[in-house]
């Protein structure tokens, strides 16, 4: 009671019920759900894409970072929380991710979580696959601040019905997912297949008794409607269906699932309104990054042109301090709120909203943060930066991460082109063909040797960067000690080289600039040639580069 007083905070009396069941934790949430709840619906809320090791990464992603406090900031009685986003203020920065058919793991499902939403004045984003419908849960919950998370499905007369239902029943914004070209593989539900319950199906594809929800051909359709929606999933889709949700609408556009800087920079360039880092929590591709991981490349990169939030990994409010520092507008929960609806139906949820939102305020107020314009990047580093010093320059350098000028991006319908400096013809590659390098290494040697060959579609050994006598490695993702291998794609660098002899597999000293191959090197000055260019392959910080190739 001491501590409350001095910290101006009293327990709120949800919070305070929670702790008398011994739940203080998103965790004792889990642990009480997975004693009370049937197996296949614990292994579907809490398993991910295959071995799950990017479930278990955005845990350990976030517990790798640092939060660095200031002392005697002058920390006021005025202490806030709220948070606007698209015009609308919400009371604080955490909101409710999308889950499907949240009926399984409470009878209430969505309209249990939209209240509770509405008490803590979050947003709720409701899942296309949710087991209630866009109206059932608009007539119920009326005043909750509602998003509606949607695909571009094949059939786009679909889509385009689903957005002009969510308009009609006043959802705020749409939020596509565009992370989802195929359902991901799941060996936990393959081992323990989920059953869904009579009275639980996707409703929004199940037409009511007058015709005006859902889709007629998802009742025509033999399979099962959870089947046909799958089937619906569009792996051809490209940045052009974007525009289009865009054209037919007047609500904010989200895209959910980026996890690059490359579609970062495209999905701003066409003016989407928002953004959110995530992986799905895991769910969709195996050993994809953790969010929080690439949060600080993404939100430099488009800067204040798009609103940029985060989901994947939060369950505690420290973690949703270290995304926030980082810069990233707020944070969604899915299940850590999908926990509490199991155990406590929407009081559960409040509950567990309750906990983040005290966890949040006691880590900015012991951090020296009174309000969310308080917390910066300088408040949050990596381990790495504390416990291996001899390499703190390096990640200084790239955290929170440095911003590429926007017209790096145009239209993907830009083919490729070839430019010429000094002599040397340089092959321009499309976006996607870039591999990021992750650290940025700068002031580590004047010249830097770099070598790739290629014949025939076999690669040398990869090029390695030659460091200084005194640094001997570098710490490259995930910050290992590792040499840093630099790995550009085939073309890149190409020039004149037609009668060189061709490398193979048993003669890779050939490649080397100690065999007895004539090596075509180009050297290239920074000022010679452009920021964009050296941007565009991940070596704009090095001084000077020496770059060779050896081609057949």
Not at 13 to 37: I, W
Not at 109 to 129: H, I, N
Not at 416 to 434: A, W, Y
């Amino acid at each position: 009671m001491l501590l409350d007083q001095l910290f101006r905070t009293k327990r709120s009396p949800t919070l305070t019920e929670s702790l008398r069941c011994g739940l203080a934790s998103v965790a004792d949430y889990e642990r009480r759900m997975c004693e009370t709840a049937d197996s296949s619906v614990v292994d579907y809320c809490r398993g991910g894409a295959a071995s799950e090791r990017t479930v278990t990464h955005n845990r350990a992603a976030f517990d790798r970072l640092i939060i660095r406090p200031r002392c005697l900031q002058r920390i006021g009685g005025s202490r806030s929380l709220a948070v606007t986003s698209f015009g609308v203020s919400y009371r604080m920065p955490i909101g409710i991710a999308p889950v499907a058919l949240q009926c399984l793991a409470h009878p209430e499902g969505e309209k249990a979580m939209a209240r509770a939403a509405r008490t803590y004045g979050v947003p709720f984003v409701l899942s296309v696959l949710s087991s209630v419908s866009i109206e059932e849960l608009a007539e119920a919950v009326p005043r909750a601040p509602k998003w509606f998370q949607l695909y571009i499905f094949k059939d786009r007369e679909l889509t385009e019905c689903l957005v002009r239902r969510a308009e009609k029943s006043r959802f705020r914004a749409l939020v596509v997912c565009v992370d989802t070209p195929a359902p991901g593989l799941s060996r936990t539900e393959r081992r323990n297949p989920l059953t869904l319950p009579a009275k639980v199906t996707c409703a929004n594809f199940v037409p009511n008794g007058n015709g005006s929800n859902g889709s007629n051909k998802a009742k025509s359709c033999s399979a099962s409607v959870l089947d046909y929606v799958r089937s619906q999933l569009d792996p051809s889709l490209g940045w052009d269906a974007i525009r289009w949700l865009m054209s037919i609408t007047t609500l904010p556009v989200i895209v959910k699932g980026i996890l690059n800087r490359a579609d970062a920079l495209i999905a701003a360039d066409i003016g989407v309104h928002g953004m959110i880092v995530s992986n799905s929590g895991g769910r969709q591709l195996d050993y994809a990054p953790a969010a929080i991981e690439v949060l600080p490349e993404i939100v430099s990169a488009v800067g204040s042109r798009v609103e940029v939030m985060l989901d994947s990994g939060v369950s505690q409010g420290t973690d949703a301090f270290k995304a926030l520092a980082i810069g990233a507008r707020m944070v969604f929960v899915g299940r850590a709120a999908v926990y509490g609806l199991a155990v406590n139906g929407q009081r559960g949820v409040e509950e567990v909203l309750d906990i983040l939102k005290t966890e949040l305020e006691s880590t900015m107020l012991n951090a020296g943060c009174g309000t969310l314009a308080d917390l910066t990047p300088q408040h949050v580093c990596h381990e790495v930066q504390l416990y291996y010093p001899s390499v703190a320059d390096q990640l200084r350098r790239s955290w929170p991460g440095e911003s590429f000028r926007s017209d790096r991006y145009r239209s993907r319908d830009r083919q490729s082109t070839t430019e010429t400096f000094d002599g040397d013809t340089l092959q321009t590659v499309e976006r996607d063909d870039v591999e990021n390098v992750g650290i940025r290494v700068e002031n580590v040697s004047e010249r830097v040797t770099f070598q790739q060959a290629t014949a025939d579609g076999q690669s040398c050994p990869e090029a390695k960067l030659l460091l200084p006598k005194s640094s001997s490695t570098v710490m490259a993702p995930p910050y290992r000690n590792v040499p840093l291998q630099l790995s550009v794609p085939r073309g890149i660098f190409r020039s004149n080289t037609n009668n060189l002899p061709k490398c193979n597999g048993n003669n890779a000293s050939g490649c080397s600039a100690e065999g007895n191959v004539k090596t075509a090197r180009s050297v290239i000055n920074r000022k010679e040639l452009s920021s964009r260019r050296l941007k565009s392959h991940s070596m704009q910080n090095l001084s000077g580069a020496e770059i060779g190739n050896c081609i057949k």
